[in-house]
Nanobody, 123 residues
Framework: QVQLVESGGGLVQAGGSLRLSCAAS????????TGWFRQAPGKEREFVAV????????YYADFAKGRFTISRDNAKNTVYLQVNSLKPEDTAVYYC????????????????WGQGTQVTVSS
């Protein structure tokens, strides 16, 4: 079992940056591939980025490439999502998820979820 808690969201102007954090409980967090998803009002939850257990491999949604960076510090049981050059269309609740049993892009594959952190980008 692992519990995930996101933080770092907020209100930011277009072009700004935020660093989202996902803190995990449990001593085996380094055993879990971990991803970020987001859900905008009225839209489905979509894949943003994923990082392997060691942090050696990362994959991004097309909209995130070049602007978002996922990283992890297993010693701190934390995964980060650095989001830069934010746009109003990035406004969403951002969720951390761990331990996918299928495709890492498929939200249904993840076994553990956090409660989300709101990111609002003003124009």
């Amino acid at each position: 079992q692992v519990q995930l808690v996101e933080s770092g969201g907020g209100l930011v102007q277009a072009g700004g940056s935020l660093r989202l954090s996902c803190a995990a409980s449990g001593r085996t967090f380094s055993s879990y591939t971990t991803g970020w998803f987001r859900q905008a009002p009225g839209k489905e939850r979509e894949f943003v980025a994923v990082i392997s257990r060691s942090g050696g491999s990362t994959y991004y949604a097309d909209f995130a490439k070049g602007r978002f960076t996922i990283s992890r510090d297993n010693a701190k049981n934390t995964v980060y999502l650095q989001v830069n050059s934010l746009k109003p269309e990035d406004t969403a609740v951002y969720y951390c998820a761990a331990d996918p049993s299928g495709s890492y892009r498929d939200r249904a594959a993840y076994n553990y979820w956090g409660q989300g952190t709101q990111v609002t980008v003003s124009s």
